[in-house]
């Protein structure tokens, strides 16, 4: 298995409903970023969580980290069509500065 | 609010060719980074770049790919002979703290036929 696997692999849910994403990895990590992408563009950054903190929030997202389980997930509430995006996990160890990118949730809000 | 950028957004050579991609990291960044997603598939790590050097790469960054921050604000990645496996968008992205949130650009678009 690979570092950081989010799953599931594809998501679909109403408009105003909450998406759950979950992302495991391998290794101790120094901290657990969420980034979203739409088709063919950039990585938009949407939240870090340090592998000493459990929770984040951060407007409608809500991130948990469980370093004994190596887990997290991200939470989308209210969901809005614009919400409609690949979402990856991407881990960073100590020691190195290189993030390991998942292969990513492709989340659709049906409006 | 500062963002990274990149130039070009979309590139098309030829194999063989070199190429030159180009970004401005976020001003009061210290820490530079390139990736790369080929189509369909994982973003990877390529190199990252502290104090004018390179601080660590990957095994897909060999001896045809360089970086260099020629002035204050650019930062470049140079593929010297372009394989048509170098297809794939490239990411820039910068930090102000080595295990801190990067901030990624709007990536190129390399085509290699």
């Known amino acids: 298995s690979q570092q950081g696997e989010e799953d599931p692999q594809a998501l679909s849910i109403q408009e105003g409903e909450n998406a759950t994403m979950n992302c495991s990895y391998k290794t101790s990590i120094n901290n657990l970023q969420w980034y979203r992408q739409n088709s063919g563009r950039g990585l938009v950054h949407l939240i870090l969580?340090?592998?000493?903190?459990r929770e984040k929030h951060s407007g409608r997202l809500r991130v948990t980290l469980d370093t004994s389980k190596k887990s997290s997930s991200l939470l989308i509430t209210a969901s809005r069509a614009a919400d409609t995006a690949s979402y990856f996990c991407a881990t960073l160890n100590f020691g190195n500065e290189k993030l390991t990118f998942g292969t990513g949730t492709r989340l659709t809000i049906i409006p | 609010e500062p963002e990274v950028t990149q130039t070009p957004s979309h590139q098309v050579t030829q194999m063989g060719q070199e190429v030159i991609l180009r970004c401005v990291p976020i001003?009061?960044?210290?820490?530079f980074y390139w990736y790369r997603q080929i189509l369909g598939q994982k973003v990877e790590f390529l190199v990252s770049?502290?104090?004018?050097?390179?601080?660590?790469k990957s095994e897909i960054f060999d001896d045809q790919f360089s970086v260099e921050r020629p002035d204050g604000s650019n930062f470049t990645l140079k593929i010297r002979s372009t394989k048509l496996e170098d297809s794939a968008m490239y990411f820039c992205?910068?930090?102000?703290?080595?295990?801190?949130?990067?901030?990624f650009g709007p990536g190129t678009r390399l085509t290699v036929l």
């Open positions: 992205a910068s930090s102000k703290q080595g295990a801190d949130t990067q901030y």
């Open positions: 770049f502290y104090n004018n050097e390179i601080s660590e």
């Open positions: 001003s009061n960044h210290l820490y």
């Open positions: 969580i340090r592998s000493n903190e």
